[in-house]
């Protein structure tokens, strides 16, 4: 299931990283041209960019849940180990709905999350001097 969440992953950051990282290296001053980019390659590159981190935490959590399945077969033989097992699952579970579903309320409300026009996403600028 893990590499199914990679091989989506791979594909939807593969869609947008070209155009994004052609816009990143002029805004830090590495190359003189600017990159052409249409509202309709911002609107892609924002859809794509949400898609590519929806499926990076379903990657992440898709591993844990096959160490989780590992675990419960090796910890058959303690109840005391089943136990820490189901709080620990319970606890991934409940960090992983939390992380997907916070993503969405970065804009207030879902349904400005790939509206550029109503939410501009904070954004954070590195310095290199």
């Known amino acids: 299931m893990a590499a199914v969440f990679l091989l989506a992953f791979t594909g939807t950051w593969q869609a947008f990283a070209p155009l994004d990282y052609d816009y990143q290296l002029y805004t ?33 959590y898709s591993v844990k849940a096959s160490f989780l399945a590992l675990y419960w077969y090796i910890f058959e033989v303690s109840k005391g180990f089943r136990w820490a097992w189901i709080g620990a699952t319970v606890y991934i579970t409940l960090s992983f709905l939390i992380s997907v579903l916070f993503y969405f309320w970065n804009c207030e409300t879902p349904k400005y999350f790939v509206n550029l026009g109503k939410f501009n996403a904070p954004t954070m600028s590195v310095s290199y001097d």
């Open 28 to 60: 830090m001053g590495l190359v003189d041209k600017e990159p052409v980019m249409t509202l309709t390659d911002v609107d892609r590159i924002t859809k794509y960019n949400a898609a590519n981190t929806i499926i990076f935490w379903c990657t992440i």
